[in-house]
Nanobody, 114 residues
Framework: QVQLVESGGGLVQAGGSLRLSCAAS????????MGWYRQAPGKQRELVAV???????NYAESVKGRFTISRDNAKNTVYLQMNSLKPDDTAVYYC????????WGQGTQVTVSS
């Protein structure tokens, strides 16, 4: 069983930065595709960024150039560095692990004030 625990969310002013972390249990982390998703009130959950087991990355157009996803396989942890935050980035951010099955974390709230 895989468990994902996110941390690092909070309240920040527009233009500020936050770094989210997601720690995974289990032994499949290094072989898995890791992703960050977000869901704003009244909206569908959307992909923010994804990183393959080999380190290839992909980003939503809305965060390109501002967010960076990275992973540390030795620590079973994936990160999302978020810079130049905007009020539109306000959402609950979820960590996702994809292997044979998909797993989700409980989410962490990010609130960006204008």
């Amino acid at each position: 069983q895989v468990q994902l625990v996110e941390s690092g969310g909070g309240l920040v002013q527009a233009g500020g930065s936050l770094r989210l972390s997601c720690a995974a249990s289990g032994s499949i982390f290094s072989l898995s595709i890791m992703g960050w998703y977000r869901q704003a009130p009244g909206k569908q959950r959307e992909l923010v960024a994804v990183i393959s087991s080999g380190g290839s990355t992909n980003y939503a157009e809305s965060v390109k150039g501002r967010f960076t996803i990275s992973r540390d396989n030795a620590k079973n942890t994936v990160y999302l560095q978020m810079n130049s935050l905007k009020p539109d980035d306000t959402a609950v951010y979820y960590c996702n692990l994809r292997a044979t099955l998909a797993y989700w974390g409980q989410g962490t709230q990010v609130t960006v004030s204008s």
